[in-house]
């Protein structure tokens, strides 16, 4: 049963981030989807920098995981690229893909999530088919958002917490979660 779970749990990440892979336009598309999110729009001009994720596949079977990559940018120009990882443990069952933007009030922020493997240390979030809430919280900071899908995105208001303000896009998927895990990221700079 364990091999059948965690063989699952692979082409479940398999699929999910092979078929809404795209080519570089994905961060552009991505970045025009929160401009056009209500109060997310407003932080792309209050913030120091941010990193767009355009799909993070999310699945899982009481244990479970996601993944995605994206790019940091600061006052417009591209610093490198991030992974993002979450693994957590609770009752889930299912899979999901989201993007995800994580916006940074100044540069002391910036540099705290560029730094050696950042980490939100817990995240809790509920996603039915393509409407989803989400909240997260930890020694880094907290805040939240909401969407309705992709092209319908609407945010709830939120504000900078410890520097940093997230915002996640469902797009896909039926996930029924109860669980606990953190997200890290690690951070890659351009190669100049």
């Known amino acids: 049963m364990k ?3 965690k063989s699952f749990l692979f082409l479940l990440f398999g699929a999910l981030t092979a078929s809404l892979a795209r080519a570089d336009d994905a ?3 991505t970045i025009r ?3 056009g999110a209500g109060e997310s729009s407003k932080f792309f001009g209050r913030s120091y920098g941010y990193a767009v994720f355009p799909t993070i596949g999310k699945g899982g079977i009481v244990v479970g995981g996601a993944h995605g990559k994206g790019k940091v940018y600061a ?3 591209y610093l490198g690229d991030a992974t993002m990882t979450q693994l957590s443990v609770g009752l889930q069952l ?3 893909a989201f993007s995800q933007i994580v916006f940074f009030e100044d540069k002391r922020a910036l ?9 939100f240390s817990a995240q809790a979030s509920a996603v039915a088919i393509t409407a989803g809430a989400s909240a997260s919280a930890g020694t880094a900071g907290a805040s939240a958002g909401a969407s309705g899908g992709q092209h319908d995105a609407s945010t709830i208001s939120t504000n900078f917490y410890k520097g940093m303000a997230i915002f996640t896009v469902a797009k896909g998927g039926l996930m029924y979660e109860a669980s606990v895990g953190g997200q890290k990221f690690t951070f890659t700079p351009a190669r100049r």
């Open 111 to 119: 540099d705290e999530f560029t730094g050696t493997g950042f980490e």
């Open 33 to 35: 989807v929160f401009k």
């Open 3 to 5: 091999i059948f779970a």
């Open 27 to 29: 961060y552009a598309d």
């Open 75 to 77: 006052r417009g120009a």
């Open 94 to 96: 299912g899979g999901q």
